[in-house]
Nanobody, 126 residues
Framework: QVQLVESGGGLVQAGGSLKLSCAAS????????MGWFRQALGKEREAVAAISWSGANRIYYEDSVKGRFTISRENAKNTVYLQMNSLKPEDTAVYYCAAALLKWDTVPKKEVYDSWGQGTQVTVSS
């Protein structure tokens, strides 16, 4: 497992941008698939984006964020990012960073991730 700490959440108007960061501990960061999930009030936690371990170069986006969100990783800094543009009120949620060693076809499933951050609140006002 790795320890994860998110930052970068906040309040933004619709159409604005935020960049979330997730700092990970450990020397094996590059081996992990990293995911961003979100959980809105009263709803299930859902996958937003994921990026594969360093050697595979695969990226997943949930349909509603395609073209607006960009996930990236910087292994030298043990950090994964989520750039969020053109934000909408329905993007309001607590955003969580997660890490896993997994098969790519399971990447949207929260159950396969065994390390989670504490979450950061993103609020988009209309």
């Amino acid at each position: 497992q790795v320890q994860l700490v998110e930052s970068g959440g906040g309040l933004v108007q619709a159409g604005g941008s935020l960049k979330l960061s997730c700092a990970a501990s450990g020397r094996t960061f590059g081996l992990y698939t990293m995911g961003w999930f979100r959980q809105a009030l009263g709803k299930e936690r859902e996958a937003v984006a994921a990026i594969s371990w360093s050697g595979a170069n695969r990226i997943y986006y949930e349909d509603s964020v395609k073209g607006r969100f960009t996930i990236s990783r910087e292994n030298a800094k043990n950090t994964v990012y989520l750039q969020m543009n053109s934000l909408k009120p329905e993007d309001t949620a607590v955003y969580y960073c997660a890490a896993a060693l997994l098969k790519w076809d399971t990447v949207p499933k929260k159950e396969v991730y065994d390390s989670w951050g504490q979450g950061t609140q993103v609020t988009v006002s209309s």
